[in-house]
């Protein structure tokens, strides 16, 4: 079965260089006309965060399709850091051990890493429990990170899958006999030509 990770089209804070987690926030126009273009693989199904960003998204790029919400894609909560970009937060403390842990000291006042990943994770497992035909999930750049991070094969970690708006991967899903556990294998590119 075809997985294809898409992130969500850009937004103002996108272009602002914000973290954008809990901001619901819509496409900036410009956005959308880029997607209204874009070939996206054909899926069975498309699942969405329930976020406006990634259902604006998937209605552009997959039109017509019904959109199955899950919770569990949403973006990290940034807490304190919320809808902030670099500029504003250079010369925070908090920021600054952020920065230096690569992200482990988790968001004040908002989602650690580990607390994150996990809530993905769960969301994406019970995707794959109910399926077996191509699917497409229209998410954010963390959820697709958080994801590929603990089912890509050969293994890449979180930061290596940093993804554009309204790009992302494909990748076989595979299931282990042995374990039933699941892996991510043959993962290439999508709508990175432009």
Known sequence: MKIYLIRHGETKGNREHRYVGTTDEGLLPEAKELLKGRKMPQAARV??????????????????????VIEEFRECDFGEFEYKNYGELNGNAAYQRFIDTLGASGFPGGEDMKSFQKRCVKGFEEVLLKEEEDIALVVHGGTIMAILDCF??????????????????????????????????????IGMED
């Open 47 to 68: 699942y969405v965060s329930p976020m406006l960003r990634c259902r604006e998204t998937a209605g552009l790029l997959y039109p017509g399709q019904k959109q199955l």
């Open 152 to 189: 890509s094969s050969p293994h890449r970690d979180y930061y290596d899958w940093q993804v554009k708006n309204g790009c992302g991967y494909a990748a076989e899903a595979v299931r282990d006999d042995r374990d039933g556990g699941w892996s991510l294998q043959e993962i290439s590119e």
